[in-house]
């Protein structure tokens, strides 16, 4: 049972216009919602997260939106760079534990 | 701050041999530490929830004397894979989190795992 899925694995974008990274749950006890930037080889890198009180977090490029009626989240990067090429997971947790439950992943290309 | 530091990075090995994979928290105590396995083009894998001082709690289908896991101190967690076969080959990941912000899991860099 997949409860966290992102069904674009992979979004090609040119640079400097908007990436949207989209991120859809299932179990409506999940209350923390966060990104993560992953390279080839490496551990993924935490962006950014969200609680369920909010609806919008924003840290410089990077804007996450969650909607909780749709049970859905998404990453908006603006502008997008090219050295934002990676894969994008997002995850989800209850606040009560600490695990958490990953999205497959979305490849983001942004070309020059 | 929040690095956490996995060593080794890429390990080969015999079948049939234990490989131990390291993973700290540097500038941190990370009461919780996590172990994860991803496969080519697939999501992290959770295998494994460990709190200092405590046995760890193993996923489902994850085995337990295979995978072994000690969390000795609060920045140190270590994953040893006993009698490794061909089928273990795979990406192990580990993560930590803070007290003050367990929601927040910091990764390692990973370490890449190939048995002959």
């Known amino acids: 049972d997949q409860q966290v899925k992102q069904n674009s694995p992979s979004l090609s974008v040119q640079e400097g216009r908007i990436s949207i990274l989209n991120c859809d749950y299932t179990n409506s006890m999940f209350d923390y919602f966060l990104w993560y930037k992953k390279y080839p080889a490496e551990g993924p890198t935490f962006l950014i997260s969200i609680s369920s009180i909010k609806d919008k977090n924003e840290d410089g490029r990077f804007t996450v939106f969650l909607n909780k009626s749709a049970k859905h989240l998404s990453l908006h990067i603006v502008p997008s760079q090219p050295g934002d090429s990676a894969v994008y997971f997002c995850a989800a947790s209850i606040t009560s534990g600490s695990r958490l439950t990953f999205g497959e992943g979305t490849q983001l290309t942004v070309n020059p | ?116």
Request: charged content about 20%.
């Open chain 2, 1 to 116: 701050g929040a690095v956490v530091s996995q060593h080794p990075s890429r390990v080969i090995c015999k079948s049939g041999t234990s490989v131990k994979i390291e993973c700290r928290s540097l500038d941190f105590q990370a009461t919780t530490m996590f172990w994860y396995r991803q496969f080519p083009k697939q999501s992290l894998m959770l295998m494994a929830t460990s709190n200092e001082g405590s046995k760890a709690t193993y996923e489902q289908g994850v085995e337990k004397d295979k995978f072994l896991i000690n969390h000795a101190s609060l920045t140190l967690s270590t994953l040893t894979v006993t009698s490794a076969h061909p089928e273990d080959s795979s990406f192990y990941i580990c993560s930590a989190s803070r007290q003050r912000a367990k929601n927040i899991q910091y990764f390692g860099a990973g370490t890449r795992l190939s048995v002959l």
